[in-house]
């Protein structure tokens, strides 16, 4: 390794990270990352870093950031033979089912998700049955045996268009609770959801139905915001300008000002003139932003984080790409019927 290389990626890094991490953790991160850039190089690999990435690793090694929708399109595209996808477990396999022929790794075998594990395949297939006929929407935040049961996939990026897309007036989504409610809001139609046990859900909130199936799937993370978050910060900061993610509660994105994908959410605030930012996220992408947008306040809640996508370390990364571990797996038939799910939404734009 070249020590120019790791005396511009320090350079970089510390005009960028010297206000949140002290200077000899960003020497010691500014090495790690002219390793991992120099073995990638070697191995003919891509780096796909999700928004979320601490920001260390963020800046510096992705080949390519962005939402789950972006990197699902960067991962149709490459011509790597070897993607280390430096997000959670189901985006990995998202870019396994686009890429047979390719080794996909993630740095860490627990970067789950609460919402993936919320649902089995063996649900969706009981769903089916009590709703013949109606269209499966499946998030995508789901492992790849839940894809394949599905009709098509979104994401948070275009789950509003996937579903006006469909001709049906009744779609059956999953497994997200709140998302489902935010489409439902915006798109009109009825949505059926899976949940364990209506109790303390009653009545329906507008738009959605219940479906006895499956666990209440939500994200632990952007369940802890609450309505009272947003009047609190609002009094504090009157001319805040507040962002929640659309796995939110639906009265919560309603409360905000905007209410959009992990990328939707940067863009906006790159367009955007105020005197403070909040975003009710992952609070790593909060940092991410400060350190690219020197000029725009953060107001931070960090005491909400995700614990699956801060398994993923430039530590974790470096030995993914020295031992080729963690090698992601699908079973072939699970992956070609995934695959249609996965297609049709990336035809839709
Ligand atoms: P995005 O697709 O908006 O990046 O969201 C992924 C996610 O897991 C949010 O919690
Ligand atoms: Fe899953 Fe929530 Fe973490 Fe996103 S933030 S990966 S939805 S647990």
Redesign the pocket.
């Known amino acids: 390794m070249q020590d120019t290389d790791k005396d511009a990626l320090f350079e970089m890094l510390r005009s960028r990270l010297h206000h949140v991490i002290p200077v000899a953790e960003i020497r010691h991160k500014a090495e790690i990352a002219a390793e991992i850039n120099r073995l990638k190089k070697e191995r003919h690999a891509v780096i796909l870093g999700h928004n979320y990435m601490e920001p260390a690793l963020y800046l510096s090694v992705p080949d390519f950031k962005g939402d789950s929708l972006e990197l699902s399109r960067q991962a149709a595209k490459t011509d790597k033979d070897l993607i280390v996808f430096c997000g959670?477990r189901f985006m990995a396999e998202t870019a396994k089912i686009l890429n047979p022929e390719k080794t996909v790794l993630i740095p860490s075998p627990k970067a789950g998700?609460?919402?993936a594990e919320s649902i089995t395949a063996e649900d969706v297939r009981r769903l089916k049955a009590l709703h013949p006929g109606v269209p499966v929407v499946t998030y995508i935040?789901t492992y790849a045996d839940v894809k394949a049961e599905s009709d098509i996939c979104c994401t948070s990026g275009n789950a509003v268009r996937v579903v006006q897309s469909l001709a049906n007036d009744r779609v059956i989504f999953l497994p997200d609770r709140y998302l489902a409610g935010n489409v439902a809001r915006e798109t009109g139609k009825r949505i059926v959801f899976p949940v364990k046990t209506a109790a303390g859900l009653q009545p329906a909130e507008p738009g959605l139905e219940y479906a006895m199936i499956g666990w209440d799937g939500k994200?632990?993370?952007?369940d802890q915001f609450t309505v009272e978050d947003v009047e609190d910060i609002r009094k504090q900061f009157p001319d805040v300008v507040i962002l929640a993610h659309p796995?939110c509660r639906p009265e919560v994105t309603a409360a905000a000002d905007f209410s959009g994908s992990t990328s939707a959410m940067i863009k906006y605030i790159q367009q955007k003139t105020a005197p403070q930012f909040l975003l009710l996220t992952?609070c790593s992408m909060a940092d991410n932003i400060a350190a690219e947008n020197p000029d725009k306040e953060m107001l931070r809640l960090c005491s909400v984080r995700?614990p699956?996508?801060n398994e993923i370390t430039l530590e974790q990364t470096l030995l993914s790409l020295q031992r080729i571990q963690y090698v992601v797996h699908v079973e072939e038939s699970i992956r070609r019927r995934a695959l249609r799910a996965v297609q049709r939404m990336l035809e839709i734009g």
């Open positions: 959670v998700c609460s919402l935040n994200c632990e993370v952007h796995e992952e995700c699956h996508m």
